[in-house]
């Protein structure tokens, strides 16, 4: 007897062209979780596309079994391209297509998009803020981000480097590169993959990460663009500490057991991160600090709370997204025709 197909899936408001690793982990680990349960994706759309207008969408839509949407930092503040990802839940109810919002961020949005939402299958947002916003809704949970689902990968060598990150913001990505160089920083270490050797190299290197970091060129850390995700991973491996604005520069601080210290972002993402993983709130600095931070200020290893709190919770990362791969192959199968 010949075995069934796999369930067709489609995977909307895919990150891993924003040149940024944590999305490409989110979206690497999300592909593995999906295939290792028997999931076949059969369409990607991409990050801040339109789907209504998107080539091939319609036919894959045709032949879905479900539509898994990956939230990340879309859902706040109303942005338009978080209403144009919650329209495809209608759409796809009227084909009898179930949908997924997982691994999501929810934060002051209007009220009718709740209405939008409501018509979704399963909602897994990524830190328990954000499923309180949703608490009127059904079939919600609540897991950390899927870039910490694969728990702890140590990295060798010495930790004897000092790294400063980036930040959403352009203020912030400013104030981290000028504290950067007034604190004699080993190197100003983004999250963005390197796009073109032209970053690194003379003579344009310098002037493009001033102009990427809105600070003059002069004295300023060496720019460190990791051109994959491991090698991303090994440069934060060799961190005494990590100053970065960056949601998933934590994430994968906490993946290699990386101090750090951070400032906020363009949401409540990473005071929401802290709270869940239990470490404290002294992790957290305001942008304005960062121009009197000392050589004290940056001595913080974890100490043994903060590392038994930060290995909980990667573990219930893993423990928990294997849970939504099950559930969402589960709705997969309950799709199909």
Known sequence: MSQPLAPRVIVMNDTSR???HGCSRVMRLLNLGLARHGVQVIHHSMARSDWTREKGFAEALGQADLIVINGEGTLHHGREAGRTLLNVIPAAKAKGV???LINALWQDNPPDWLDLLSGAALIATRDH???AELSKLDNVRSLPDLS???GTEPQLGPRDRLYFGDSVRWSTRRALALAAKRLKADALLPTKTRASSLWTGKPFGPWLSAAYHGAAPFGLPPLQLAATETDYLRFLGRARMHV???FHGICLSLV?????LTTGSNS???EALLADAGLPKSRAIAEEDLATLTQSDLNRPFSPQETKGIAAFLAEAQRESEILFKDLAALAW???P
């Open 18 to 20: 924003r040149s940024h």
């Open 98 to 100: 179930p949908v997924a």
């Open 129 to 131: 803020r954000s499923a």
């Open 148 to 150: 910490l689902s694969a």
């Open 244 to 246: 970065t604005g960056r």
């Open 256 to 260: 290699t057991g990386t101090p750090f």
């Open 268 to 270: 409540w993402k990473i």
């Open 334 to 336: 309950r799709g199909r």
